[in-house]
């Protein structure tokens, strides 16, 4: 099945610094990557997705680029405040018909003011 | 408010105890998925019910069950808990685009 994994764990950054979260994963059948924020105590919500017939997609001052031939696939944040604080979560879904994400394990991203 | 709800939002309750929670997908959505955050943790799927019928089975321990009604809403029984079972567990109902969660439910096990 397939197996996402994430780096790095935790990611410190200065405020205005960028950010760079990468993800790998293993099923080449996946055609769908979400990415998710989740501040302390809440739920996770999607921030930023991408399919795999498209390399790079932008949203003011994240985006995602996608490797398909490599299997991986980042998360980038300019411009980075402290409001970014919080866990990401990458995702992949695995073509199934169902739509049924694999989660990373996350990275906690602290944004110092 | 996602559209997604969750009830109760706290439960403590103590070992070897039996509870259930709740899940209300958002209108329109067939799918509810389940998942299980325990403290600084990643998300452990648990399982996936597509109108009203099971599709998908994570890491879900046999004390666990879940089930989905014709309003598809869906419940997710954990019983004989143990205090490993101490965790947030999230729903999300999906539209084949993308999920949406819900504001997940604390359990504490004492």
């Known amino acids: 099945g397939e197996n996402v994994e994430q780096h790095p764990s935790t990611l410190s950054v200065q405020e205005g610094d960028s950010a760079v979260i990468k993800c790998t994963y293993s099923?080449?059948?996946?055609?769908?990557f979400p990415w998710y924020k989740q501040e302390l105590g809440k739920r996770p919500q999607l921030i930023i997705d991408?399919?795999?017939?498209?390399g790079e997609k932008k949203d003011q001052r994240i985006a995602v680029t996608l490797n398909k031939t490599a299997k991986h696939f980042s998360l980038h944040i300019t411009e980075t405040q402290p409001e970014d604080s919080a866990v990401y979560f990458c995702?992949?879904?695995?073509?199934?018909?169902?739509?049924?994400?694999?989660f990373g394990t996350g990275t906690r991203l602290l944004v110092s003011p | 408010d996602s559209g997604v709800t969750q009830t109760p939002k706290h439960l403590i309750t103590a070992t070897g105890q039996r509870v259930t929670l709740r899940c209300s997908p958002r209108s329109g959505d067939l799918s509810v998925y389940w998942y299980q955050q325990s403290l600084d943790q990643g998300l452990q799927f648990l399982i996936h019910?597509?109108?009203?019928?099971?599709?998908a089975k994570g890491n879900i321990l046999e004390r666990f069950s879940a089930q989905q009604f014709p309003d598809l809403h869906s419940e997710l029984n954990l019983s004989s808990l143990e205090l490993g079972d101490s965790a947030l567990y999230f729903c999300?109902?999906?539209?084949?685009?993308?999920?949406?969660f819900g504001s997940g439910t604390r359990l504490t096990v004492v």
């Open positions: 019910y597509y109108n009203g019928e099971e599709r």
């Open positions: 995702a992949a879904n695995p073509n199934t018909g169902f739509q049924k994400l694999v």
């Open positions: 099923d080449s059948a996946s055609n769908y």
């Open positions: 999300a109902s999906s539209d084949r685009v993308g999920y949406t």
């Open positions: 991408i399919r795999s017939n498209v």
